[in-house]
């Protein structure tokens, strides 16, 4: 795109604004201005209002398959999940792309050490329960590691100076996540510097059109892959690609799983899986009204009691009939540095959005969903936080009961 193509289409879009420090650049950076102002996705901030607004709903609660029904149907389901992945139709998705801000740390989260004696990071600890799972089906499936532009490079090399963590290098794939722009509260996109657009990851609803825009849908294809296993880095407890999760998804015939735990109270800060005008969807803790989420059936327990674990599985095919454009958009208000009357500026209070799709919406585009109940002090230990509920003191003394050195 050349300067006056630029300077049309900002004029029409009322963002003229982007090109306001051009005459003090040097060629390399207008040529990278021009390049990202002809990148921006300019409908995602022409109507806020539409963005942000949300239809009216009607919820009910979901039936899970229990713990109980796990016990029981335990050799089925591992038997048909085995079989999945011995026919290499399944492989992993982790998304790597969060900072470990909350826990006073700056660089990417898996790159945290959770050990106390030794050094063991999360993402080792991740890689540690996959290879549980490749162990006792004698295959490596492919492994995506979603990461962001400015945590991408550390991560790749923290893998390679680890050695992959024993896991084969040849199926462990890296791929950047989209971004969109940010802008003011009016719509206005913002400078991060002079010939720089503001730009923030698009949220964790768009790991699957990132794996697309990196090519890697390519291996998809080639291998035959089937279903994805979707998982966060949070989690250090979790089993991915779990045969016996596996094979009640897919004796189920629903398009997807989610793994669920039971809420310890109606004001954990977990989303819920349930259902909304008739589908899948999850309902964030603080969307849920208070009369729901404290409402209890006759023996006690939440009646809207099963919270997401952010471990999905995807049915592939379903993802490609029905992702495309149709993934809405949450605004987030956030302190947006930005360039202000030729200065950067870092700002204390939000001062504008970033725009983000979210996992949890793609589950209602499946249609159907599978809740599987996992036992939480076996499968649940987010490090959200330093200290505290959902913290590393707590993820440490779990990962101890389960017999983890640390």
Not at 135 to 148: A, E, K, Q, V
Not at 290 to 305: H, S
Not at 337 to 355: Q, S
Not at 357 to 368: A, E, P
Request: glycine share 8%; hydrophobic share 35%; proline share 4%.
């Amino acid at each position: 795109m050349d300067y006056e193509r630029a300077k049309t289409i900002l004029k029409q879009r009322g963002q003229s604004h982007l090109l306001d420090y051009y005459g003090e650049l040097n060629e390399a950076e207008r040529e990278q201005l021009l390049e990202e102002i002809e990148n921006i996705n300019f409908s995602i901030v022409k109507n806020i209002q539409a963005v942000g607004s949300k239809a009216k709903v009607k919820i009910r609660p979901v039936q899970a398959v229990t713990l109980n029904d796990v016990k029981r149907r335990r050799p089925q389901f591992e038997e048909v999940g085995l079989r999945a992945l011995e026919n290499k139709k399944v492989g992993a998705v982790l998304l790597a792309g969060g900072q470990g801000t909350r826990l006073g740390f700056d660089k990417a989260k898996g790159m945290y050490n959770i050990g106390q004696t030794r050094f063991l990071s999360i993402f080792e600890q991740l890689i540690n329960n996959i290879k549980d799972v490749t162990d006792l089906s004698g295959r490596y499936f492919p492994l995506f590691i979603m990461t962001n532009s400015l945590n991408n490079g550390e991560t790749v090399q923290f893998f390679k100076d680890n050695n992959y963590f024993g896991y084969p290098r040849d199926r462990i794939h890296f791929f950047v996540q989209n971004t969109e722009p940010t802008c003011d509260f009016d719509g206005k996109i913002f400078l991060d510097q002079k010939h720089r657009v503001s730009l923030s990851p698009n949220g964790n609803g768009g790991w699957y059109s990132s794996l697309i825009n990196s090519g890697y849908n390519r291996i998809i294809e080639r291998e035959g892959i089937e279903w994805l296993n979707v998982f966060g880095v949070d989690n250090v407890l979790q089993r991915i690609c779990d045969p016996v999760f596996i094979g009640a998804t897919l004796m189920s015939g629903f398009n997807c799983g989610a793994k669920v735990v039971k809420k310890l109270c109606a004001d954990e800060k977990v989303g819920v899986l349930c259902e909304e005008n008739g589908k899948p969807a999850i309902v964030e803790y603080y969307e849920m009204p208070p009369e729901l989420a404290n409402k209890k059936e006759r023996g006690g327990e939440l009646v809207y009691r099963y919270g997401v674990t952010l471990n999905y599985l995807f049915n592939v095919n379903r993802l490609n009939t029905t992702l495309s454009g149709n993934l809405p958009y949450h605004l987030a208000k956030k302190a947006v540095p930005h360039i202000e009357n030729g200065v950067r500026v870092v700002p204390e209070e939000p001062n504008g959005y970033k725009f983000e799709t979210l996992v949890v919406d793609m589950v209602k585009l499946m249609d159907s969903c599978l809740a599987f109940e996992v036992e939480r002090d076996n499968e649940f230990a987010p490090v959200k936080n330093a200290h505290g509920t959902d913290s590393v003191d707590t993820a440490r003394l779990l990962l101890k009961k389960n017999g983890v050195i640390l």
